[in-house]
């Protein structure tokens, strides 16, 4: 099923540059989420002037009933605070299907002692 997304801007206008670049790395995330069955992202930016900052909150929902994944990051742009994002909650899928795979040692080095 293809992802739904949603992008909201809060005090904030986007360029059709970083409108774009945001869009094009939201489908590559679609693509890695293409097996779940109706998968929905809201991606929420907003600017604060005090920090000159944008900061991105992006919540994946897998499913109807699936697990949510939430990003929180902050970056000087809004095109890289979206890009931040989006990579940590691919780790996050990433690291639950290894889990769902029976992989529970999932980035962790072996600790056994080689002879």
Known sequence: MPLTTRIETHALSLTPTDERRITHRLQAL???LGARPE???VLVLTRHED???VEAVLRVQLGPLGAHLVAHQTAATADHAA???I???ERQYERRVAAQ???PTF???SRRRLT
């Open 30 to 32: 679609a693509r890695r």
């Open 39 to 41: 998968p929905s992202a």
């Open 51 to 53: 920090r000159r900052a």
């Open 83 to 85: 890009r931040l994002a």
């Open 87 to 89: 990579e940590e909650v």
């Open 101 to 103: 795979r029976g992989e």
């Open 107 to 109: 980035g962790v080095p």
